[in-house]
RNA sequence: CGGGGUGUAGCGCAGCUUGGUAGCGCACGUGGUUUGGGACCAUGGGGUCGGGAGUUCGAAUCUCUUCACCCCGACCA
């Protein structure tokens, strides 16, 4: 590839919108151009740095027995009428309809799919377990798309289904694809990539990991324990709640004007936050009932652990409601109707607390839960915090930000039963098959790989998944330099090497700022002194290598690195 | 959907308060001088000032309305 013929501009300036690492120098370097809310073409660069990555997990699928297949992305409603997610999922589907009026909907995700492909023909336990994968575009019509290449509406997912006879293979199985999952992420060069135990969500099912890679530009929040080595997502993560240990007191009420907030509480007071019991206010989906959630003022409360207490989607409240003086609400003598109380586990046994009045500008003190509120039932939806004990070594939690690059779930029957798929086992039984299913996200991948492996200058871009494996500047010189330029390129094509060749009549400085952000391994520099020595330098993008060389023996020397650098991939 | 903000050339921005010929830097075309970390001189092309309506002799600027996008919250690869 001649770089004066590479589409895609590389930018000097940051674009105003791009807030994090990996979008700007995606932006900036030309491999990426936005179209619209969530949607981005991708150039030259971008591309094959995809290719490299989708060829890596087809190799890793291709081991544990994946076979590849292509399922629509327009998928008739009937399908995902007969698991009800049709109805069941929210507005991230999107629905449209055919010329004849039809309901069809764009796939963003493949059970459905995938089930469909094989329940007519799969019917012997014979020919169980199976996995098959496929490399796709995926829609879902977020609420808000962010970062680039991380959090997009249309995106290339690989995903995989696993059908099995038996939740005992499909746990062998989910094994194999964790330990593959780790070698995908490893090879494209994000080793850092952790399982993280999670919530199962839409997908339904029991057990799940997230692949997260720890880093700052991630959306989820990981609490991880460094003492046993174990990654939960947040939303999971459960703690011992540390007791206060107060003495019971006498209950009083005290005019507090004005004091609303935990912090405002807490200094009218002099007590620690985790002397308050807090009020938070949710509203349920699908119903008219508030859900008032009462906990210890130094936790927050989990919504997602809320959500599987009440069952029910909830949106947190704020501001004013007609029965409700926000600021000061409390468990002892709330009066309203059509409410569901929720008291968190780290109520339990605390004494001498802080509550709201259920009146404005009135809290009281004393409260001690287990005489003023016999009989409450305590559930777990406290958010833990950095510091908590981590219940499995008694160590303790830290909390750090991870990107979902790849997620697997244990299924079971949900949609293998929905949708109807049965084999005859050995005894002529009909059965019902377990699945297990496995995504990475592409796209994701590739920014992750930036947010990691970078510098002030732009990506650098791991071997395995380069754009190019050498960039060979040619500054400006006599006619000899280009054609020995011009030789090596040629040389390097013909031998299967990746090269790409900035013959710009450029400064120096614009070429190597451009190859920086191209972020290319290895890099040949042609310039008029050096080569009146008869030499070139050889550098790599990393800094690690820089050398002067004879002109004649850099073809020698430089694909005698690469070649000790694919030797090492293999291993 | 709730809260905050921004829309002026491909990118980054000024102009708006106080209405009066649409500007700057980068990028792009041409000519020349340069040439190892984003060179310089000269010259040129590129705009429904997000859209619509209104006020006005006159609107990028004031009013109303609408759309798009960004940021903080609820979802996910």
Known sequence: MLLSNLLGERLREKPTDAKILSQIFLLRGGYIKYVSNGSYSMLLPCVRIKAKIENIIREEMNKIGGQEVLMPVVLPRELWDETGRYESVGAELLRLKDRGGKDMLLAMTHEEGAV?????????????????????????????????????????????????????????????????????????????????????????????????LLCDAGEDTICVCKDCNSYENIEVAKTEVKKNGGQERARAEEYTPDIETIDQISAHFGVKKSEIIKSAVFAAEGSDKTVIVFIRGDYEVNETKLKKVIKANIFPLEGKSADLEFGYIGPLGLKLENAVLVYDRSLEGEKNMIAGANKKNYHISGVSVERDLAGVVFDDVAKVNEGDKCLKCGGTYILQKGIEVGNIFQLGKKYTESMKMSYLDENGQSKTPVMGCYGIGVGRAIASVVEVRHDDFGPIWPYAIAPWH???????????????????????????????????????????????????????IFGAKNFENGLAELTTRDKRIKRLIPVNDVYKEVTAYIKSEVKGLSK
């Open 116 to 212: 469909h492909l094989v329940r007519d023909d799969v019917t012997s336990y014979g020919r169980f377990p199976f996995m098959l994968y496929q490399f796709q575009t995926k829609f879902r019509d977020e609420p808000r798309c962010k970062g680039g290449l991380i959090r997009v509406r249309e995106f290339t997912m690989k995903d995989a289904y696993s059908f099995h006879t038996s939740q005992k293979d499909l746990e062998e199985y989910y094994n194999k694809c964790y330990a593959a999952y780790h070698d995908i992420f490893r090879r494209i060069g994000i080793s850092e990539t952790v399982a993280v135990a999670s919530d199962t969500g839409m997908m339904g099912g029991k057990v799940a990991h997230e692949f997260m």
């Open 470 to 524: 050498i960039h060979i500047n040619l500054l400006s010189g006599g006619e000899n330099m280009r054609k020995a330029a011009v030789t090596l390129y040629n040389k390097l094509l013909k031998n299967g090497y990746e090269v790409i060749m900035d013959d710009r009549k450029v400064s120096a400085g614009v070429q190597f700022n451009d190859a920086d952000l191209l972020g290319v391994p290895y890099r040949v």
